[in-house]
């Protein structure tokens, strides 16, 4: 039961255009989001997070998106750079259990010159 | 240390054989995370680790893996008698204590111990 999704394997955007990264999840009792981002042979480095008391968070060109009711969150990235390119990974975190940090499988963005 | 470390950071191994793998998380953190990555997966849960609390073992795929924590800092998993699905890259990762402040929800990866099983 794949509890974080994220339905788009893949993305592809023009280099000075929005990329909209996706994720949905099933758990309502996670309380806490973060985005982290994967380069190849690296691990995952962290991105930016949000609470579930907040609907946005902001921080440069990232922007996190949170619809509770919708148990869906967005990641926007603009304008997007060549060096964005990168497997993005979201997760959520549910504190009533011990790992507490659930993710989802990746979405691979690639930024076009 | 400034980050977290894992080594070997390329193991071939034979199927058969058994292999280790070692984390060394940033210094105070407390959790301490086992993730495995298979080619074109995502991140899959292996085990947790929080302070000196019985670790978390419900993501272990076989009784071949296991994983112990020293002194509540080194970590080692230990995969015995590999297989070819064991082939992946595993990741370590820390954070530190639970608590309502943001830096406590971030885990910090280290780069990785990609594990090739012949």
């Known amino acids: 039961d794949q509890q974080v999704k994220q339905n788009s394997p893949s993305l592809s955007v023009q280099e000075g255009r929005i990329s909209i990264l996706n994720c949905d999840y099933t758990?309502?009792?996670?309380?806490?989001f973060l985005w982290y981002k994967k380069y190849p042979a690296e691990g995952p480095t962290f991105l930016i997070s949000?609470?579930?008391?907040?609907d946005k968070n902001e921080d440069g060109r990232f922007t996190v998106f949170l619809n509770k009711s919708a148990k869906h969150l967005s990641l926007h990235i603009v304008p997007s750079q060549p060096g964005d390119s990168a497997v993005y990974f979201c997760?959520?975190?549910?504190?009533?259990?011990?790992?507490?940090?659930?993710f989802g499988p990746g979405t691979r963005l690639s930024v076009l010159p | 240390g400034a980050g977290v470390s894992q080594s070997p950071s390329n193991k071939v191994t034979e199927k058969g054989k058994d292999v280790e793998l070692r984390c060394d998380p940033i210094?105070?953190?407390?959790?301490l995370y086992w993730y495995r990555q298979s080619l074109g997966q995502g991140l899959e849960f292996l085990i947790y680790?929080?302070?000196?609390?019985?670790?978390?073992k419900s993501g272990l795929p076989s009784d071949r893996f296991s994983a112990e924590r020293t002194g509540g800092s080194v970590s080692t998993l230990t995969i015995q008698r590999t297989q070819q699905e064991d082939s992946a890259v595993y990741l370590c990762?820390?954070?530190?204590?639970?608590?309502?402040?943001?830096?406590?929800?971030?885990?910090?990866f280290g780069a990785g111990s990609r594990l090739t099983v012949l």
């Open positions: 990762a820390s954070s530190s204590k639970k608590g309502s402040f943001a830096g406590a929800n971030v885990l910090t």
């Open positions: 758990n309502s009792m996670f309380d806490y």
């Open positions: 949000i609470s579930s008391i907040k």
């Open positions: 997760a959520a975190r549910d504190d009533n259990y011990g790992q507490n940090f659930v």
């Open positions: 210094s105070g953190h407390t959790a």
């Open positions: 680790f929080q302070g000196n609390s019985a670790p978390d």
